[in-house]
């Protein structure tokens, strides 16, 4: 970019703290990629092609310099091929993109084309560093704490597990940056107006994100305390039927140890299928609470609601006959559900009815599982 225009540099990409590793070459060098990403940025508010081809030379290389040295690192560290070789195929996989979006775009307008680059570039490293390179982080440090490479996969893997909220907060902190510096970005009413509807739809994924479990699909546990007080309310002053659903998968831990964490995390989504199959009705919602645990919110229903809705889930769950050969009580994946359901009053609230159905829930694994206890 010419110096004598001095320009100020828009940060549509801010560097968060969340990006950082702990490991300061690599993230210096991430920072550093990051900077040139908002440099490309700052050309959409004097577009001329030396400048964006300039610029988009230095991100190339650089990229290329910082794959190298990353995965060099890696390599030091941790002594997995297999792990390794899909980190590099991650690599490898960035630049094609790039040079992929160029050509889909060469006959377009410049800027359209820039545009494009960065979008694809912010998802690229955003998800790449939290997602990715902060798993094999993980597993670095529990190696220095002298676990073995498979439990340190493992520590990792279960570290991992909050992810999701961390790239949201991520993802919602830049977009308050993004939000008051995208008109900036645009010359041209037609181009404000795109913003516009752009950032209301980020918005909305964002929202969507915020609330939703992102393995299974289906709500999570921030939203589920929301609904639950609010519907709770609702319900007590209505005096109509609240009801609430507690599912458990039975010996989870065995599929898991049997079959390994991906055939658990399918059969966790293949359950989150299954409950957004069943819940159809306005007034039905369900949760992941965490880890193997499930929870369906009933509202505005007759009696018999609850029920059938368990019941529809262990038929569904039974057709799919996912293995679990190490549970005692089937070759099959099965659960255990606890119902309670009440017209609450003044009195009740989401710990003391929590208490009620987990109540349930145990009997039901106690009376050999697979069971539903209303």
């Not at 990629?33 to 610029?55: Q, W, Y």
């Not at 909050?162 to 037609?190: D, F, P, Q």
């Not at 998968?249 to 658990?264: A, C, E, M, R, V």
């Not at 050969?325 to 609230?349: A, H, Q, R």
């Amino acid at each position: 970019m010419n110096e004598n225009k001095n320009l100020h540099l828009f940060e549509v990409f801010p560097w968060n703290k969340n990006f950082e590793l702990g490991i300061k070459r690599i993230d210096s060098e991430h920072k550093q990629i990051v900077k040139l990403l908002n440099i490309l940025a700052t050309t959409l508010t004097h577009p001329e092609e030396n400048d964006i081809t300039n610029i988009l030379k230095k991100l190339t290389e650089y990229s290329n310099y910082h794959f190298e040295s990353e995965q060099k690192f890696w390599a030091l560290h941790i002594k997995d091929e297999t792990l390794i070789h899909k980190h590099k195929q991650t690599h490898e996989s960035f630049l094609p993109e790039v040079y992929k979006i160029q050509e889909e775009h060469k006959n377009k307008p410049l800027y359209i084309t820039v545009e494009a680059i960065i979008t694809f570039l912010i998802r690229w490293i955003t998800f790449h560093i939290i997602e990715e390179d902060k798993g094999l982080c993980l597993i670095i440090y529990a190696l220095k704490k002298g676990y073995t490479l498979e439990e340190a996969k493992v520590i990792s893997q279960e570290e991992m597990d909050g992810t999701n909220k961390v790239l949201i907060e991520t993802i919602l902190t830049m977009y308050e940056g993004l939000s008051s510096r995208a008109i900036l970005l645009m010359r041209e009413s037609n181009a404000r107006i795109k913003a516009e509807k752009e950032l209301k739809r980020a918005n909305k994924k964002l929202e969507e994100l915020a609330i939703t479990d992102q393995l299974t699909k289906v709500y999570n546990r921030r939203h589920f305390e929301n609904v639950f007080s609010y519907e709770l309310k609702r319900a007590t002053r209505a005096k109509s039927l609240f009801s609430i659903v507690s599912i458990d998968i039975d010996y989870f831990k065995q599929l898991n140890d049997t079959y390994g964490h991906q055939s658990g995390d399918a059969a966790l989504i293949s359950i989150g299928k299954c409950l957004n199959e069943i819940c159809k009705r306005f007034g039905d919602f369900a949760f992941r609470i965490g880890g193997e645990e499930f929870a369906i919110i009933i509202t505005d229903s007759k009696d018999e609601s609850a029920i059938k809705l368990s019941n529809k889930l262990q038929e569904k769950l039974k057709k799919l006959e996912i293995a679990n050969k190490n549970s005692d009580i089937s070759n099959y994946m099965t659960i255990s559900i606890g119902i309670v359901s009440l017209i609450p009053s003044t009195k009740d609230n989401i710990d003391s009815i929590m208490k009620s159905v987990d109540k349930k829930l145990y009997l039901a694994k106690e009376q050999g599982r697979n069971q539903i206890i209303n």
